[in-house]
């Protein structure tokens, strides 16, 4: 039905632009719409909580639900359609049992790691998604630096046309890099949740000079000063994500950090050269 109507729509618009999200909208989100008005004839975002890439459950129910507040901020930002999905209409079989993607090393370092499954359910979601709206075009954060690689690798995988445009990391006003999870922090989680810039910021500012270890340490501890509870601080070439020990000054590297502000987990990256 989606697909037929875009398909019309295609014709007399132009090239479609794809916003995927999870709902719970903030100007991160906003940017992307924003690009997509740009370089797309027709908008369209989709708002699913998707239930596969939760790897704790504990997470899904607490996700944030802000719908009315969604719509208004998607009218005002230009976005021609809003696809709300069901988990019935994306999952009709349910979702248990479901194909395996060849996702290589990625599936298995940094966030893949540290959330079994996850990305598993994020192909899951994406490449339904992506049939329904055949966009041309679709905007990804780059705030989810490995989630970009990975669905990279889907496009591939699925064959299609559909081009990834990675949009810059949109931040508050201290650095810390805009999130729906952050609706869950408290005041003083909140404040103390500025230490994962200043923590990716510090590696960027001695990696050049010092042993990537050290520098890795200090970064950790500076988020531990600050109640964190650090699932990884790492550095990684920026172009395949493989991590790096050493660094002789050749290679583009992006820094990353997951962590723990208690139980509300965090994530954040920096190009670093
Ligand atoms: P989510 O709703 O968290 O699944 O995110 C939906 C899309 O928004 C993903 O492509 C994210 O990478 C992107 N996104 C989330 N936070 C930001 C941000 N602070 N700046 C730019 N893009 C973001």
Not at 116 to 137: I, N
């Amino acid at each position: 039905m989606l697909k037929a109507w875009l398909a019309v729509k295609r014709i007399s618009n132009g090239p479609i632009g794809f916003v995927p999200t999870m709902g719970a909208l903030h100007e991160g989100h906003i940017a992307l719409i924003r690009q997509a008005r740009k370089e797309s004839g027709l908008v369209v975002c989709s708002i699913f909580v998707n239930p596969t890439q939760f790897n704790d459950p504990k997470d899904f129910q607490k996700y944030p639900v802000t719908i009315e507040e969604d719509i208004y901020q998607l009218e005002i930002a230009g976005t021609d359609i809003l696809f709300l999905p069901t988990i019935e209409a994306l999952y009709p079989n349910g979702t248990k049992d479901l194909e395996r993607y060849e996702l290589g090393y990625l599936e298995n370092i940094l966030e893949g790691f540290y959330r079994p499954g996850h990305y598993q359910g994020v192909c899951q979601v994406m490449s339904r998604l992506l049939k329904a709206v055949e966009p041309e075009l679709l905007f990804m954060g780059q705030k989810d630096y490995q989630q970009c690689m990975v669905v990279n690798r889907l496009i591939q995988l699925m064959q299609i046309a559909t081009k990834l445009v990675t949009c810059p990391t949109i931040r508050e006003a201290d650095g810390l890099a805009m999130s729906s999870r952050n609706k869950r922090l408290n005041k003083e989680q909140r404040g103390n949740a500025v230490a994962i810039y200043k923590a990716l910021n510090l590696i960027k500012e001695n990696i050049g000079t010092r042993k990537t270890t050290e520098v890795i340490d200090e970064a950790t501890q500076l988020l531990k000063k600050y109640n964190f509870n650090p699932d990884y601080v790492a550095i990684a070439d920026a172009g395949t994500l493989e991590l790096i020990n050493r660094w002789h000054g050749e290679k583009k590297l992006v820094a990353l950090i997951a962590a723990f502000q208690e139980e509300v987990r965090l994530i954040d990256n920096l190009i670093i050269n």
